[in-house]
Structure formats: structure tokens, C-alpha cells
């Protein structure tokens, strides 16, 4: 469509050339600056600046949006100051992450706009979540999130847009179709002539939308907006433009034959609008002029704070502090009336009764909701809570942990079932990316449980069975709790669920409904980080958690005169290490037993901190106990030689003995 076509005020029409304007003339100076070496990484938008700017135009400010690395537009028609973007991309104080991420990657909850992390495919899910939340407070808002075609490819993209479809949520899915991902032209990215057309897979209407006309995006994305604030659902667009320059500065545009360059020059969108502008009385000559004049003025004067700026000074204990948020832990005491009830009971009440405490809880995972989930602990809740709050998810891991840090960053909190914990690997990217790093990153919570059924014993061959509580202990930002008591269980997911980290919350399936305990009935809440001493003897320190620990206790009842201190973690990230090496001090000789296979686990952690603390305390070498570093097989018996359970006992004696 030409300029001509759209009936807006001469008002909008200007206001929109400034906005498009903006980022044009930042990005000129950047790479000036890039090639200054005062900046160090530049993805350019040029040319691509129509889609950014008309969409945040379009979306009211309160509105979410999730850009990506060419969205310098959606950063300057939200009124970002300009200062703080510059000290941003030098890695200064007043930027968005303290130093610690570069360009884009940084949220901010004060301009409703989460920006990316590199992997690029989790943002669409994160917006399905931000998108769900709206949905449930019924505020009627809209949420926009950015893709290139290249990471339409990942199966981010399509786990996130089917959720969106079977949920109806109300977001726009904008890819910015500019022809190469990288050096990947879209012929070696997907094969279908529109991207556009993929929404019928889904379900879900869609659009193609020339992406270097600003009326035309402004006006379709306006009336889009205004239609799903009343008629919530998804809509994907596709904006056909071009990436002018390459992929990331230093890498050029060799590749790209220059007659598609010279087609697409001549479709500028900031051109070709100001020529209209022009033609059409709307702007003057001189009136551009002072305008451009004016705006390169701000930015210098916005770069020159900046420049100002001391660099950041270097706060070891800061870096360490900020990894997690603040989180003050209030004890809810145990009431005196208990139930003898199992593990499996002890979570599902637990869960229950924090659905009653925090209304702005959801539930999401596979076949939680009627069914009860597979081991059953959200039995009935639906009856209870609804299922906009239990929901059923389709089998997506990743888009489903993605939403979760979506509804925890539009103020819900989310607990997600894994089915069984071994499936976390299909949503292993979100959470060691996205919610581990990301309070460290901007100071943004992400208040995520994540239920992991787990372990072996049950014959339930390699990926029914797995203990990888190592995979999440390593990272640093998640907390990781593993009761082996329904006791513990209960007053452990309570906490895990006050605290706005994301917490990884082991769960043993054989223990699920072989152990009983006396249970408080009403909620209550335990610490995080507090191991607990369940036998004292001065001859050996045992640490053990998970089924481990009735391992050990078995031992311990079969050979009364083993006189040991028998510590069960109860949380493994925050270790508590001043329990470990209290005892250890005492007894001069730790024995360490894990279901988990040996090699780099917590483990070989925990012996390595006791050597380098305790050493001279120490009357033998440490010992671990642990599975064979095989996959978990399916037979009974090589399960069972898998198991570190008969090996214990031998272990434990020759310790002793040492
Ligand atoms: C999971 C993942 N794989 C690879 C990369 C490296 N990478 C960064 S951007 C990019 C190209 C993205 O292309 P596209 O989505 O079309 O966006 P564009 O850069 O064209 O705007 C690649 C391959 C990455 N960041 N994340």
C-alpha cells in the first residue's frame, strides 16, 4: 500500500517519523562508535526500524513487549532514556544490568519491556506467560514478542505458538522476516513461501505485513490490538523487510548478492516515508532538517552523561549477592495435629494449601488438571481451584517453564510438573538460562517451582528413573531442595513457594507411597538450606538425601553399633555446609551416599569442600558412595546393581576400620 492510503492525523503521521527517526540516528552514531572500540557488539536494525516503532506505537505503554536485537526502536518509542542505553552497551553502572549482560539483554519492568536472551526461542514462551497472567487478571491488555525468521526454526517457536492457540492468549507473534539468519538465507531456514501460513498449523490467524511501511504497520498492528483487548487470541504476523547490514558488525555482508541489497535500499523505510512526508505538505525541508539536527544534538548530550559515568567497581560479595533475589524467610510453625499420611499426600497438601494462601498461583503441567496428574497429587484440585489456575499443558516443557517465568514477571506465581523428572531435559534451556540468570542479569524474580518426580528403584528403566539433581546444583541461581520426609516435604515446598527463586523440587517416586509420617495438618513452612541430624554418633559422619537416607537408616538399624551422625540435606543448593563440617569435625571421618551416578555429582562436591575445610580434622580419606556411571537400566536386577545401596555397607566398615 502506498503512504497515500491511510487516514491518519498529520499529528500521528509526524510523530511517527520522529519515532522512527530516533533509532536511526542512534544507530548511525553507535557505529561510529563501534568502530571507535567505545562500544564493543552492534546488531543493526537498520532499515527493519517501521516494525519496532509502529508496533510499540501501537500497544498502549502498560502493554508488554518482548523485543530482540534489532529492537533498538522498541527501547526508544517507550522513552527510555537515552543515557542509560548508552551506559548500558559500555557496560556501566546506570545501564539496565550492572556490567553483567550486554546490548538488548536486559528487562525493564518500568517500560513493560523483557528483553531477550541469546538463544532467542524462549522469549516467545515467556510472553505466552506474561500473556496468560493478563488473562487471568481480565485486564484486557495485549503482548508483543519479537522473533527473526532463523528462530522460527527452533522448536521454541512452535511449542509457544501452540500454547498460545490452545490457550487463546492474547499475543502478537511479530517475526521480522529480513532474509538471512545470520549468513542462512530463508531457503536453508524453512521451506513454505510464507511464514505467515504457519499459523494455520497452529490454528491461529495470521498476517503478512510490509514491514518497511511505518503506516501500514502502525495501522494494521493499531486495529489488531484494539480487536484482542476485546477478543483475546493469538495472532502471528510476518513483517517483510530486509537486515541492510550483517548479521553483527564485524561480520559484513559478503554473502548477500547486492542486487538484493540495492531492491531493499530503495525500500528504506525512513526514506521513503520522509519523501511522503514531503510530497504531501505534512513536513518541510528545513523542518526535517532542524529536527535531525536537534535529535543528534540529544544524543550527544545523552552520550556525554554517559561517558561521565565512573566504571563500575568491582564488589566480589555484590556479584555474589545478586545472584539471588532477597528472600526473607518467615517460619509458619507446625499446628499439633497430625495425620499418619505418605509422601505423595504430604506434597499434594502441601500444594493444596499454598493454592489457598497465594491466589496468584497457577499450577501448570502435563495432565494435572481432571486426571489428577500422573502420580496423582493434584487430585481434585481443579474441583477447588479451577482449571484456569490447574492447567493442563500440552507436552512442551520448555514453552511451559518459559510461561512460568512469563506469569512471574506479571506478578503470579508458577509451579510446574515435570511428568517425570527426566523430561526437565526438554526444558533444560529455559531454566538454566532464562530463570537461573536472570535476577543476576536485571534484578527481575523469577518465582518458579519446578516439581521433579524422580528416581530410581522402580524398574523403570533409563528415562523413567534418573536423579539430576547435578544438572541444577552446578548453576548458579536456582535452589535446589530434595526431602526425604513427608514431614520435610511438606514444610520444604511451602517455602520453595514463598520464595520468589526458582527452585527445583525433588520428589522420589519410591518413596511416594512406601513412607509414612506423622504430618501437621494445617500449613507450615521449614527453612531452605537447614539439613537435619537424624542419628548421633561420634565415630563417622553419613551425609545422604533422597531415598539415600533410608538406605543409610537401614544400615544404621541393622548395625546398632555403628555410632554415627546420620545428616540428611534436605536442601542441596544452599548447602548447609556448617552442619557437614560441624560433624565432620567431630567424628574425623565422612562417608557420602547418593542414588546419583558418581562422576561430578554433589558428591564429589561436598568431598572436595571437606577436604579443603576440614583436612586437618580428617583421620581417613573421604569416601563416596554412589550409583554406577551407566545409564539407569530397565532389569531388576541391573538396576540393582546400579544402586549404591548393598555397596554401602562394605564402604561404611572399611571407613570405619581405616
Ligand atoms: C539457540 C541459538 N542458536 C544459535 C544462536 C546464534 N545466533 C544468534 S542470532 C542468529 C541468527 C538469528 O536469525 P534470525 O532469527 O533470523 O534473526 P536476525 O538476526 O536475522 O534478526 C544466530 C544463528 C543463538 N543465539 N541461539
Redesign the pocket.
Known sequence: MKYTDYSLSDHTKIKLYKQLLLPRLIEEKMLILLRQGKITKW?SGIGQEAISVGVTAALHPDEYLLP???NLGVFTTRGIPLSRLFSQWQGKANGFTKGRDRSFHFGSQEHKIIGMI????PQLGVADGIALANLLKKNKQVTAVF?????TS?GDFHEALNVASVWNLPVLFCI?N?G???STPTNEQFNCKDLADKGIGYGMESHCIDGNNILEVYTRVNALCSDLRENPRPVLLEFKTF?MRG?EEASGTKYVPQELLDTWEAKDPITNYEAFLLASNTLTADAIALLKAKMQQEIEDELQISYQEEDLPLVPEKELADVYAPFTYIEEAPNLTTENIRLVDAISQSLKQAMEKHGNLVLMGQDIADYGGVFKITEGFVAQFGKERVRNTPICESAIISAAMGLSINGMKAVVEMQFADFVSSGFNPIVNYLAKTHYRWAEKADVVIRMPCGAGVGAGPFHSQTNEAWFTKTPGLKVVYPAFPFDAKGLLATAINDPNPVLFFEHKALYRSLYQEVPTAYYTLPLGKAALLTKGTAITIVAYGAAVHWALEVLEERPEIHADLIDLRTLQPLDTETIYHSVKKTGKLIILQEDSLFGSLASEIAALVMEECFEFLDAPVQRVASLDTPIPFSKILEHNYLPKDRFLKALLALLAY
Open positions: 546488531f530482540m536485537h534489532r541469546s538463544h532467542l526461542g522473533t527473526g525468521e532463523g528462530a527452533e521480522e529480513n538471512y539468519g545470520l537486515r548479521h
